[in-house]
């Protein structure tokens, strides 16, 4: 009877080889690919110098280890057992808190520590970056006036900060953390600036809604957050102008199967099963017909969280034209420009009705990506003045062409343009204005 168990064993064995070898060489069976990001792992080439150095060896093994048949299935299977008996994961980007709450991992240091320690080890030299890009918005905002553009901030919610009771306990002990998220608030105040503080919003009705403001296992807000969210969003833009906007009415909310970016921690994990329970209610938006509103041309600079207001309002009803400058680099709706560095930013800023810099607490940091420095500099200098400058930086800068020197000498320059510009510095709003600007709205005016 042993001896017959162990032939089966073996078989049971061989079988399976076989099959791992058959499916690595032919994937006749298609399996789901892993979330995250993967780096593909080429087949080395066979030389004699790498047979001889070993290195084609190593190559192939790492290559093997990579690609074999049902890796996947694989891995899932060891991560669900991980997340099974020891509710742990693998994965560095995700922090497992209270009753299954995902978080992501920088937004926790930033919540416990601040995310002020990613770029330096002195909050003050932080704040006084923070002040400086305010005042940079301050004057930009005033600018903008003179033009008919309205521009403000949206303060984002952060789930770290709305559900900090699902964060696992405080790794500290650490001194009172710095968090940005409650710093430009007390700034943008102090210097009248327009802005909407949702995140103090969703901390006073979080226990007050009756829909969910974050799912359990992903980082954006909901997808009937972000709904209601927007709505506030244009009703603060029509107090603060002479614009009458489309409203619109939110539906009963529903069950539905997640919808993408719902379970975005959740899908790095790489789980067989998902995690329960976990209940994602959305919504449906539908537009009035309101013949006396008008449609403007809407701009939003900043971070992932626009995906589910454009996912789930039909903005091409509320507004002519809109785009999506993603982090201030990747430019979405817009079918005639796909990048910030190919569009003529004096023209979109005189040519847009409304602006929106919108950050989430972690991405406040890195907040407008360059924006405003940007367009504070082409306000207010010609451009044959901000090309020469350029052409200056660009001789210092060691690189082997013209365009990577000039590539940098523009991140150099809209880094710091209060530096080259000495006009730019101090709390006044600058005087001048790039001559161009008239020639736009001329221009419009003959259309």
Same mark, same amino acid.
């Given at each position: ?6 032939k ?20 006749? &069976? ?10 593909k ?10 047979? +001889?150095n070993? $290195?084609?060896?190593?190559?192939f093994?790492?290559?093997?280890r990579a ?13 669900? #057992? ?16 209270? $009753? ?7 937004? +926790? ?5 601040s ?16 002040y400086?890009?305010a ?13 008919n553009?309205f ?41 009248g600036?327009?802005? &909407?503080? =949702?995140? %103090?919003?969703?901390?006073?009705? %979080?226990?007050?809604? /009756? ?14 957050a +972000? ?9 603060y ?5 002479d614009?009458?906007? #489309?409203?619109?009415?939110i ?7 997640? #919808? ?18 976990n209940?994602?209610?959305? +919504?449906d938006?539908?537009? /009035? ?22 996912n789930?309002?039909?903005?091409h ?32 800023? &005189? ?20 924006? =405003? ?8 200098? /010609? ?12 001789? $210092?800068?060691?690189?082997d062409?013209?365009?990577?020197? =000039? ?9 710091d ?25 001329i221009?419009?005016?003959? %259309?």
């Open positions: 009877m042993k001896e017959v168990f162990h089966i064993l073996f078989v049971i064995t061989i079988a399976v080889l076989v099959l791992i070898f058959v499916q690595t060489m032919t994937g006749f &069976i298609k399996i789901k690919p892993l979330n995250g990001a993967v780096v792992t080429e087949m080395p080439k066979l030389t004699y110098n790498n047979y +001889a070993s $290195s084609f060896q190593r190559d093994e790492n290559y093997c690609n074999f048949g049902f890796r996947e299935f694989s891995l899932r299977l060891y991560n669900q #057992h991980l997340w099974d008996f020891y509710r742990t994961t693998r994965n560095k980007t995700v922090v497992i808190g209270r $009753s299954d709450w995902l978080f992501g991992k920088r937004e +926790a240091r930033d919540y416990y520590i995310g002020t320690y990613d770029y330096t080890n002195d909050t003050m030299v932080m704040k006084r970056q923070f400086q890009e005042l940079r918005l301050y004057k930009v905002q005033n600018i903008l006036e003179e033009y553009t521009i403000f901030t949206t303060l984002l919610p952060g789930k770290t900060f709305v559900f900090n009771e699902y964060l696992p306990e405080n790794p500290g002990p650490y001194m009172k953390p710095f968090h940005a998220v409650y710093y430009f608030a007390q700034v943008f105040d102090s210097l600036i327009n802005y &909407i503080d =949702l995140q %103090k919003d969703y901390e006073y009705h %979080k226990e007050k809604t /009756d829909y969910p403001l974050f799912p359990k296992t992903g980082m954006h807000w909901t997808y009937i +972000a709904e209601h969210s927007f709505d506030s969003i244009l009703r833009i029509e107090h603060k102008t614009i009458n906007l #489309h409203n619109y009415t539906g009963e909310k529903y069950i539905d199967k997640p #919808h993408h970016p719902d379970t975005d921690l959740e899908d790095v994990l790489n789980l067989l099963r998902p995690i329960r329970p209940t994602n209610y959305y +919504a938006v539908t537009v /009035d017909d309101d013949t006396t509103a008008t449609r403007p041309v809407f701009i939003l600079v900043g971070d992932s969280y626009f995906w589910n207001i454009n789930s309002i039909p903005l009803s509320i507004f002519s034209k809109y785009a999506y400058w993603y982090y201030n680099s990747t430019i979405y709706f817009n079918p005639s420009c796909n990048h910030t560095s190919k569009i003529d930013i004096l023209e979109e800023l &005189i040519n847009t009705d409304i602006i929106n810099l919108s950050y989430s607490p972690r991405q406040l940091y890195v907040f407008s990506n360059k924006f =405003l420095p940007k367009a504070l500099l082409y306000l207010t200098h /010609d451009d044959s003045e901000i090309d020469s400058t350029l052409q200056v930086i660009a001789s $210092s800068v060691k690189k062409t013209d365009e990577e020197r =000039l590539k940098d000498a523009k991140d150099i320059l809209f880094a343009p209060e530096k080259y510009f000495p006009d730019l510095g101090g709390s006044d709003i600058p005087t001048t204005r790039n001559k161009r600007i008239n020639d736009i709205i221009n419009n005016l003959n %259309k």
